[in-house]
């Protein structure tokens, strides 16, 4: 897919944006003159003309039983309607219908959510931004991604048509419209930082105290919408209003050519001493070539350390850019001392790497964790984790704990400056589980709770920032997190997204279980 059907519509509405800083349904507020205002004329949409076309889908619709789910099974949501949307006039009326009418709002992107944020709506509206796919550039040269895009139509068309490159995520079914907003990171991350170092603008649909949905164009660096901007570089999606627009500014070229490496390590030569050197190995390697400057930058790996019942662990590395030709002295370092490894690698241009990695996989349900790390594993890490992977009273091939890389290029950004605090980073660990019978619900959430536990017991069971790790990815929510959760993701940040909130989402109209809460609200 390259351009959507909406896209055309987008770009006029785009450069009317610009022109008026926002635009709003149902009449209210001018904020400053000149600059920003409503929408006038032809441009304006009513809530009668505009929703009367989309597709709204209710409970007697065939189509309402897969809309009603997200990418994870066990989400699975009983809304009043579901509402389809193909451009942000759309968006914004059917916001404006759903307010009136008292319903609660869910959003959606490409519902790959890891807990029940976008599909978690029982008797309200989900509004589905997937009719909105459009990637383009705009008369500036600025890179637009509609907030309904997939992962991979933003690299397809952005290489096909510019040459272009967003270092966002590996899974290309994901959704733009959360992945970004949470800071999304992927396999271009230590050679060009996260997708929102690149951020400069977005068109959201706030609501304001009077219940008015309004479509506001934020800007980097503007006095008025500039710390809304900033919220949305990792404030985590569901939280503010609607993205129906990205925009990029100053987006790299991908690689032409990169090294790709499967590796494998079978659990029947592991015990626990060979699987603690690997992780010693591993750790202490991201530790000492993290650093922004370090010709290892261009190199991105995935140590997914299967439970033991899956036979075997596995690291996929990509090498890019500076470090193309430094694949091999990387394989020996991880492999030093662990026996039975075995490599295959192969030469790809970039978009077939990015095909040919593309982990998202099937429907399944599944549950995440998540942990930053600024040093390699302490010895008390690495010996509950390995208790955990080759706990038998457990068995789960799909279950893991994925060791992703990480630094360098993202490091260089001040915490500060995007709501991405964590910023000195050197690996982010995903713990993982995947199965499809409900009735093993218990058994694997039982069992990651647990091993994670189990990993952070000296530092009250969650990944506190301190010397060793550095709290969780909003992109990878996890319900069970304590009351610490607001520090977890967002470190002192937190304070900053509240007042925004409470600028910009008076009303908490957008919220979920993990939402922030606007300055001077309680939970
Ligand atoms: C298979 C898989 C692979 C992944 N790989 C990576 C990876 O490599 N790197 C990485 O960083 N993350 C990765 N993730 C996590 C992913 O970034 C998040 O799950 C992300 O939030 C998904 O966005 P979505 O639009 O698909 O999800 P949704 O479920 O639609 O939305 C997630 C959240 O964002 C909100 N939201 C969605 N669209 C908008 C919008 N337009 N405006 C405002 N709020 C919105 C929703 O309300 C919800 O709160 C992966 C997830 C999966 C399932």
Redesign the pocket.
Known sequence: MTQARGADADRGLAAGLERRGFLSIGGGVLAGAGTLGLLQGADRPTASTAVRTLPRIYPSDPRYATMRM???RR?VGSPAYIQVVRNANQTLAAVQRALDARLRI??????????N???GNHGGVII??SG?QGVYLDRSGRAVVE??A??WNVYETLFKDYNLALP????Y???????????????LSRLHG??VDYLTAVD?ICVDRHRTARLIHARKGDPQTGRLLWA?TGG?????????AYYFSRLPSPPVQVRLATTAWPWSGLDAASFATLLRNYGRFMAAHSHPASPYRGLFSLLKLFHQSAGQITMITQAAGPAFGLLPSFLAAVGRGVPGGSTTTETLTWLQATQTLN???PNQR?K?KSAYMKTSFPDDQIQAIHGALTDLRFTNPQALLQV?SYGCQVNVVPPSATAVAQRSSVMKL?YQTYWTAPADDDVNLSWISRFYRSVYAASGGVPASNRVTDGC?????DVDLPASWPALYYKAGYHELQQVKARWDPLNI?H?RQ?IVPAGQRS
Do not use: K
């Not at 966002?168 to 899974?171: A, H, L, M």
């Open positions: 997200g990418f994870n989400w869910t959003v959606r992107g490409g519902g790959h959510c890891y807990e944020f976008s599909s589905d931004l909105m907030g309904g997939t992962l966002g995520g590996s899974c079914s994901v959704g733009a419209g959360g992945h970004i907003v949470g800071g999304g990171y992927g396999l996260l997708t959201v949305h985590g999606g569901g939280n503010f209003g609607i993205v129906t982990g998202s996989g599944g995440y992703d995903q990815f909003i992109n990878y929510p957008f979920h939402s």
